[in-house]
């Protein structure tokens, strides 16, 4: 008798979502199965991998992830035609590191120039995303928000602290939103809840569990996504429906995995393969998990999960 | 069901000032009132006591005892304290519980306590490392505890076992865990074996106007299990009577007339169940 693989049947789905305008839009979500199990049911969209740059040089940056983009770092609107052209990036996701108060504490007015320039310069879609400074965010992303005006970027993130702002402004502005909270799938939902009784889409909505890095808690990110996922497909929770996020290089790239030398840690191996496979690694679990969308940094890393993606769909 | 009474507790602040003056006016008063509540025995939690733990635990039990005909449930980890309170307990009015002993080596000399003074004893099943898992971990370490009890020489009749109740806002799927192994502890002894649990912890972190409502409703659920005994609020569970039957009709699938009731029970029941996922404002959804 001829093998016949168990199908589950789920009852709900994940919603999917729309980013940019014109011929470059891209849409990500929509399945109603389990990340990649196509034999049970629909997948219509692949996961969309959005190239991180940031407002200002990536001094920061680990010396592997920062070398590709010498060229073109100095200045957001060179690095995103670069990501856009020569990377063929299918959406950019621009980081306003430089708006933190601890770092170059740029004004919501630099921030608002620096996201029409970009805008102006690529026709991909645009995440835009703050410092992840609860207090600062709040004004800059509002500002932001409405200097994007009806170009359907996603703006992030909101979290249980200045959610309310945020998101009125993306909501006005016809945007989608980041809601993240800190790996707790409970508050997670809950603040997915309280966005959504402001009026905002629950369809406009994208979840952030908070990312971690393989050997740093990934577990707990997968864990949680997994869930969340779970209680979309089987328990057809409307709350948790939303595509989730891994915003993957922001975590990776800051860890000593990737940037410790080979003469320091011989055993770990050479360190541009070692870095870029982590970020690549990374990514791969968490999309695995159920992650629609990941925000990631090195180009060969990009290509890894791409091509992996290619492998699974 | 037997209700211990759970507000004589050192994390309430009033009481834990009387402690510290040594007031016996706020203890009586508390102790009355859940007498009158229902309180079967009256629970005193003076916390780990590590200074004065006795005295302390003796004047809490002579204090509660002056005016109230109850046994007093001897709560601390100090060892020491509970012993001192027993020795002053008025067994007139029942026997002592004390809390707890559990797999924890450290926590077995509390069954010699039971032996010698001929109280009862709460089982409180986790070990020494982490949480239990399911029903089924908590009942191989029930297990565990009443072989230890046998060799102590306490009766199993006096051991209390207790599933250790969980927060439904971080740990939500030990709910249902909790209730299954209420269940499972009936079955391994003849007679079944008695249970307890600390109740209020299932509402802990949740939004105030939240925590009746699920107390009330995992009280409803454990009794459906066949619990014996539970440290709860004696008034919030004296209030369950008029809800107890509305609970179990629309856990029995029916109808009742008052909608907005029946949506809130079918609501509590799925986050203690695990059906849907618990968030603070689950009522609203």
Redesign the interface.
Known sequence: MAFTAPKETYTGKVYAVTIGTGDKAVTFGGENVLPFHSFEGVTPNRPVIAVEIQDVPPADWADTVKKPYEAVSGDPVTWAKFCQDELKARAIALRLIGTHPDRENRSPADAVKTVKDVLAAVQVPLIILGSNHAEKDTAVLVAVAEAAKDKNCIIGKAQEANYKTIAAAAMANNHKLIAMSEL????S??LN??IT?MGFDKEKVITDPMCSALGYGIEYTYSVME?IRL?ALT?N????QQPLLGDVGMYVWKIKEASASEEDLPQWGALEERSIAWEAETAAALMIAGAELLIMRHPRAIKEVDNLIDELV | MLIIGEKLSIIAKRVREAMMKKDKGPIQEIATRQWKEGSGIIDANIGPAEDGGEELMQWMVTTIQEVVPLPICLDTTNFKAIEAGLKVHNNQWGRALVNSTSNDPERFPILELGVKYNCDVIGLTVGKGGLPADAEERAQIAAEIMGRAMEYGLPLDNLYLDPLVLQIATTQDQARHVIEAVKLFQHINEPPMKTVVGLSNISNGCPKPLRPILNKHMFVLLEDAGLTAAIADAKEMAEVAEERKLILDVMAGKEIEDKQKMMEIRKTLDVIMGRTLYAHSYLEM
């Open positions: 707790d799938i409970n508050l939902k809950q809840i309280l009784q869930r209680a328990q929770d409307v709350t948790m």
